[in-house]
């Protein structure tokens, strides 16, 4: 059983940065990050590795901007996020799954967080 908590959304102007963190309430493998806009489907953000955090997915709309990363000893992933655009806006969630490699969908997880709200102004 585990349980996230996302913070470190907020509003920001187009083309600043913001950083997401998710901490889990337990260890976790795979782990990944995944935006909600209203009227639209949930999509795949950014993804890191179960077994090393080396090992990174990226969706094309956000790749060369996102940054995903992991700190094992506080069970916790962020998402850097640079560049931002009006397009970013959405509620972003974590999700895990206690697997090894890198999930691009929404069913390679099993936990979820809440989320947290990022919103780009122009």
């Not at 187009?14 to 997401?20: P, Q």
């Not at 069913?107 to 780009?120: K, R």
């Amino acid at each position: 059983q585990v349980r996230l908590v996302e913070s470190g959304g907020g509003l920001v102007q187009a083309g600043g940065s913001l950083r997401l963190s998710c901490t889990a309430s337990g260890r976790t493998f795979r782990m990944g990050w995944f935006r909600q806009a209203p009227g639209k489907e949930r999509e795949f953000v950014a993804a890191i590795s179960g077994y090393q955090d080396i090992y990174t997915s990226y969706a094309d709309a956000v790749k060369g901007r996102f940054t995903i990363s992991r700190v094992s000893a506080r069970n916790t992933v962020y998402l850097e996020m640079n560049s931002l655009k009006p397009e970013d806006t959405a509620l972003y969630s974590c999700a895990a799954r206690n697997s090894l490699g890198v999930g691009t969908t929404a069913h390679d997880y099993d936990y979820w967080g809440q989320g947290t709200q990022v919103t780009v102004s122009s």
